[in-house]
């Protein structure tokens, strides 16, 4: 009897595939904590240092702006020379600046410090989803993807905790705090030596016979390739123009956008949640943090029910149009009741988090294999300085205007998301990575599947 023979797309779920998926994880859980913990530590170095609001805006937006540079810059390079090398010498980096952050003596070399830790977070963004992708099978795809998110949660989740812990540590408690990101991050340093190369991407180079091997020595020997076409020289080298093509603009414009929105007042407003908090009232209130933290983790975990139930497309309108009303509402219910506004924020908090999950899966399924490591670095670097520019001015705007007018210029940057979602988000649910990351085929499959949010979905066969 002949063995059933399986591509890449429709292959079962292997130990490998678990193994790709928690190291990918293990950088999430890294930038979650790193940027959790920096927000908690900030209340203890801030008053140390006599910090302005501009130099806490920079610190807290240090990483950011890090992940900026290096989901740019190493996504380009991992086009050009694999997906392997970046994914393991990025860690280095990581490890490095995060134990000498124990070390610091002043605001200027913590800045400098979370730059480097950002950028090597920025090319794993880049990176490790473009190399997790490229790995799942089509049936697993959207939930690895989604699940890095439901990750990142524990990990900041998981900072708050251990901040409250040693914030008891005396004066010198942030550099306890800080370099207990350290942890983590050596673990998944050691677990990454030996990852081996992205099949898809050694096609897209002409290596068809390294792209066999790997996948017979890791995913079996019944898996197959199920695609042997390699790139043109002109895809090889066209690298960010690729992006502005005329073929793949609409697409790298609605993923940029996409993101952005979703991930400025996420990241600008649990970067200073502390702050936020006691201006709602809320000084420490450990049962509201607490509560807004269980929210979150409960939010990316029902996340995976939405992307697994809705369409991609009525996901995201659904999902932005809940946070525009939720965060404009607690604008208006700023100085009344404090059980309303906790509510809008846990609404608010909850859908965010949720919504977070598309912002991995999307991302990895709108460019082809020989850009897709640029396709994702452009997208999460214009989400990233977006979100810098944002958690910078947080600190700054609540000084300056107060919290309503803080929270209504963050929602009036979700309904943004929400317009552009309506007119340019494409359904990619239910396909192959390469059918997903073919703008030729989005008009076809837009006819097999309804905009109307929240609507369950027949499977595309």
């Not at 899966?361 to 670097?381: D, K, N, Q, W």
């Not at 210029?409 to 990351?437: C, F, Q, R, Y």
Request: with cysteine; charged share 15%; proline share 3%.
């Amino acid at each position: 009897m002949n063995e059933q023979k399986f591509t890449i797309d429709d292959a079962p779920f292997k130990k490998f595939h678990f193994r790709i998926a928690g190291l990918t994880f293990g950088s999430s859980f890294c930038d979650g904590y790193s940027l959790g913990i920096i927000a908690m530590a900030l209340t203890v170095f801030g008053p140390q240092m006599n910090m302005n609001a501009m130099w806490t805006g920079l610190i807290g937006s240090s990483a950011l702006i890090g992940l900026f540079a290096g989901s740019l810059i190493l996504g380009r390079l991992s086009d050009r020379v694999g997906r392997q090398k970046i994914f393991l010498v990025n860690f280095l980096l990581i490890t490095v600046a995060t134990i000498l952050q124990f070390f610091v003596s002043s605001p200027e070399e913590l800045f400098i410090l979370r730059l480097l830790i950002g950028f090597g977070l920025g090319g794993d963004y880049a990176v490790g989803t473009t190399l997790l992708a490229e790995f799942s099978p089509k049936k697993y795809r959207s939930s690895l993807l989604a699940s890095i998110n439901v990750v990142w949660t524990l990990g900041y989740v998981a900072s708050n905790f251990v901040g409250h812990y040693l914030g008891q540590a005396g004066s010198d408690s942030w550099r306890w705090m800080l370099v207990s990101a350290a942890i983590p991050a050596i673990l998944v340093l050691i677990l990454r030596i030996g990852t081996p190369e992205s099949p898809r991407w050694l096609v897209s180079m002409g290596r068809v016979e390294e792209a066999r091997q790997i996948v017979k020595k890791h995913l079996g020997p019944n898996v197959e390739m199920g695609e042997t076409t390699t790139g043109t020289e002109n895809q090889k080298t066209l690298g960010f123009r690729g992006l502005f093509s005329k073929k793949l603009r609409k697409r790298m414009a609605f993923g940029g956008i996409f993101k952005l929105t979703l991930v400025i007042p996420y990241f600008a407003i649990y970067t200073f949640l502390p702050s936020i908090l006691s201006t709602m009232g809320f000084e420490q209130n450990f049962f509201a943090d607490i509560m807004l933290n269980l929210f979150l983790l409960v939010g990316a975990i029902f996340g995976l029910w939405l992307l697994a139930k809705f369409s991609r497309r009525g996901f995201t309108i659904g999902a932005f149009t809940i946070l525009t009303v939720s965060l404009f509402s607690l604008s208006f219910l700023h100085n009344g009741s404090q059980f309303l506004m906790l509510t809008a924020f846990l609404i608010f908090t909850f859908f965010m988090s949720a919504a977070s999950n598309l912002t991995l899966v999307y991302p990895a399924e709108l460019f082809p294999t020989e850009i897709r490591g640029s396709g994702i670095g452009m997208v999460t670097a214009i989400s990233r300085i977006g979100s810098a520019i944002g958690t910078f001015l947080l600190p700054v705007s609540l000084s300056s205007f107060g919290l309503s007018a803080s929270m209504a210029g963050m929602a009036a940057i979700l309904l943004i998301g929400l317009i552009v979602s309506i007119a340019w988000a494409p359904e990619t649910k239910s396909l192959s990575l390469n059918d997903a990351s073919n703008p030729l085929l989005e008009a076809e499959h837009s006819l097999m599947e309804t905009d109307i949010p929240f609507t369950e979905k027949e499977k595309i066969t």
